[in-house]
């Protein structure tokens, strides 16, 4: 059982928009920066989103981030198959149990 | 070119003791936190430990404390985790990762290397 909460999977058609979510609590992502990662099949993942809405150069602005309250959410836009991958929200939390947390992941299928 | 190569990886009993290994090049390895994050077969992304520029600083996962130990030798550019008393629920794929602090996130990942505890 993951700290942030993420639905396992979602799915859209190629072009279409997708949005994924990440559900926390106040000694996580209510008081910390989220970061996202793209894990496409068989590689190690990729930072795509940082500090909630930043993204890495090389990264393209179909890929957005967002946060508000304890929740933030991944959206991306003019979706293709090369999106098709595990996609993992992260952030840094203050309990005494761990440094940083990761969601579960969401798989992304474009139909 | 910025690079990790992660090496160490292999087949332990339970009860056994491996140490990975991570190989920095491209950046001054010796500015950043490093870190180590598994991910179990078919599982999700857990983060293991992280260690400070200077190595004075560690913390662990509850799961791994007391068995693992995260270190580096700025010198080499290198990054190690001694793990002992291995158990099955170890077995997973280990990637050492770079962990920025501006911004504050995982920017660099090796590829991984896999450690099964089996007897």
């Known amino acids: 059982q993951s700290v942030l909460t993420q639905p396992p999977s979602v799915s859209a058609a190629p072009g279409q928009k997708v949005t994924i979510s990440c559900s926390g609590s106040?000694?996580?992502?209510?008081?910390?920066?989220v970061s996202w990662y793209q894990q496409l099949p068989g590689t190690a993942p990729k930072l795509l989103i940082y500090e909630n809405n930043k993204r890495p150069s090389g990264i393209p602005d179909r890929f957005s981030g967002s946060k508000s309250g304890t929740s933030a959410t991944l959206g991306i836009t003019g979706l293709q198959t090369g999106d098709e991958a595990d996609y993992y929200c992260g952030t840094w939390d203050s309990s005494l149990s761990a440094f940083w947390v990761f969601g579960g992941g969401t798989k992304l299928t474009v139909l | 070119e910025v690079q990790l190569v992660e090496s160490g990886g292999g087949l332990v009993q339970p009860g056994g003791s491996l140490r990975l290994s991570c190989a920095a090049s491209?950046?001054?390895?010796?500015?950043?936190?490093m870190s180590w994050v598994r991910q179990a077969p078919g599982k999700g992304l857990e983060w293991v430990a992280n260690?400070?520029?200077?190595?004075?600083?560690?913390y662990y996962v509850d799961s791994v404390k007391g068995r693992f130990t995260i270190s580096r030798d700025n010198a080499k550019n290198s990054l190690y985790l001694q793990m002992n008393s291995l158990r099955a629920e170890d077995t997973a794929v280990y990637y050492c990762a770079r962990f920025s602090t501006l911004p504050l996130a995982f920017d660099i990942w090796g590829q991984g290397t896999m450690v099964t505890v089996s007897s």
């Open positions: 106040s000694s996580n992502i209510g008081n910390n920066y």
């Open positions: 260690i400070k520029q200077d190595g004075s600083e560690k």
């Open positions: 491209g950046f001054t390895f010796s500015s950043y936190w």
